[in-house]
């Protein structure tokens, strides 16, 4: 196996993130998958999949893949917050304000926070 350096890798996952938000989800998609294979055991990819799939409606698919995720770091508090947007998105309010408020209470890591406290304030 090929080692692909970390730069490489970021800046792979960024360009999955630009596919996704232009709408290239098949092509997103197949960036991550790629990610995941140079890194098996890093969950970032897992989570990029999992937003292809909550784009897609696949809210199961995703739920799935960030407990996956969740297996591999469960320090990772971003994984934490798209879990509750999955909930929220599938009308589970309860679940996604127990996942939401866990993340708020226990990091202090920027982008996980902002995510829950914004879902937060969806769900109120």
Do not use: H, W
């Amino acid at each position: 196996m090929i080692e692909v350096p970390t730069e490489i890798v970021k800046l792979l996952m960024e360009l999955g993130y630009l596919a996704e938000g232009q709408g290239l989800f098949k092509e997103s998609r197949a960036i991550f998958e790629a990610v995941k294979s140079a890194r098996e055991d890093s969950e970032y990819p897992l989570i990029g999949l999992a937003v292809c799939e909550l784009n897609a409606g696949q809210y199961d698919i995703a739920l799935k893949l960030l407990e996956e995720a969740e297996n591999l770091n469960s320090e990772n508090y971003l994984i934490k917050s798209f879990k509750g947007l999955t909930y929220k998105l599938m009308g589970e309010n309860s679940k996604a304000r127990k996942v939401l408020d866990d993340v708020i209470s226990n990091t202090e890591e920027k982008e996980a926070l902002n995510m829950a406290q914004a879902l937060l304030k969806e769900i109120s």
